[in-house]
């Protein structure tokens, strides 16, 4: 069984930058990878970004490309998201995601199989 807890939303403006956090516990993910998703109040669940663990390559929604910077610390088993220049449409819950297999294009929940309880950003106007 595996544990994810992320830390770092808050309330910020817009064009402000936060670091979300990710820490795992209970198994090792160095095959496979992580992600971030989040979900606004009445929307679904949609993908924000994701990293390979072993080799560390990325891939990114459109609507947070060249803001957004997804990273991995393999010594701490922990997964990050930068966020900067913050817009209000970036306020929702966001949840860390970890995948126990090798998906080619990992953008969809059902692609994940251990989440995070999410933490709250709000970027206000």
């Known amino acids: 069984q595996a544990q994810l807890v992320e830390s770092g939303g808050g309330l910020v403006q817009a064009g402000d930058s936060l670091r979300l956090s990710c820490a795992a516990s209970?198994?090792?993910?160095?095959?496979?990878?992580m992600g971030w998703f989040r979900q606004a109040p009445g929307k679904e669940r949609e993908f924000v970004a994701a990293?390979?663990?072993?080799?560390?390559?990325?891939d990114y929604a459109d609507s947070v490309k060249g803001r957004f910077t997804i990273s991995r610390d393999k010594a701490k088993n922990t997964v990050y998201l930068q966020m900067n220049s913050l817009k209000p449409e970036d306020s929702a819950v966001y949840y860390c995601?970890?995948?126990?297999?090798?998906?080619?294009?990992?953008?969809?929940?059902?692609?994940?199989?251990?989440w995070g309880q999410g933490t709250q950003v709000t970027v206000s106007s």
């Open positions: 995601a970890a995948r126990t297999t090798l998906v080619v294009r990992p953008r969809t929940v059902s692609d994940y199989d251990y």
């Open positions: 209970g198994r090792t993910f160095s095959a496979y990878g």
């Open positions: 990293i390979r663990w072993s080799v560390g390559s990325t």
